[in-house]
C-alpha cells in the first residue's frame, strides 16, 4: 500500500503562484506514472500533468500547458507541480496520483485545495 501526502495548496490571487508537492511512501524507482489531476465543484476529475518516471517524459493538457510544471525528487521521492500565472479557473482540489510499476496499482491522495480569487 503506497500513501500519498499532498501540501502547499491555499489561496492565491489571479497570476500568482503556488507550489504543490506529493511525498510518496514508495521509491520513485518503482512506480511507473506519477501525476496531478484536479477536481472542480459539479466538475469531472481532470489530468493537468502527468509524467513518466522512467525516461522523464510528461504531458500537459492545453489548459495548463506553459503554465504549470511537474517534476520529480527521487531523493526525497515527491513529485511536484509548479503553477503559474493562475487563473480563477485553476480553483480546485489538487490530487496526487501515483501508478507503481510491479504490480500496476493506481494510488490517490486525499487531495488539497487551490482557490484563485482576489
Known amino acids: 500500500q503506497v500513501q500519498l501526502v499532498e501540501s502547499g495548496g491555499g489561496l492565491v490571487q489571479p497570476g500568482g503562484s503556488l507550489r504543490l508537492s506529493c511525498a510518496a511512501s514508495?521509491?520513485?524507482?518503482?512506480?511507473?506514472?506519477m501525476s496531478w489531476y484536479r477536481q472542480a465543484p459539479g466538475k469531472q476529475r481532470e489530468l493537468v500533468a502527468n509524467?513518466?518516471?522512467?525516461?522523464?517524459?510528461?504531458y500537459y493538457p492545453s489548459s495548463v500547458k506553459g503554465r504549470f510544471t511537474i517534476s520529480t525528487d527521487s531523493d526525497k521521492n515527491t513529485v511536484d507541480l509548479q503553477m503559474n500565472s493562475l487563473k480563477p479557473e485553476d480553483t480546485a482540489l489538487y490530487y496526487c496520483?501515483?501508478?507503481?510499476?510491479?504490480?500496476?496499482?493506481?494510488?490517490w491522495g486525499q487531495g488539497t485545495q487551490v482557490t484563485v480569487s482576489s
Open positions: 509524467i513518466i518516471t522512467r525516461g522523464n517524459f510528461d
Open positions: 514508495t521509491s520513485i524507482k518503482d512506480t511507473y506514472t
Open positions: 496520483n501515483v501508478v507503481t510499476l510491479n504490480p500496476r496499482q493506481n494510488y
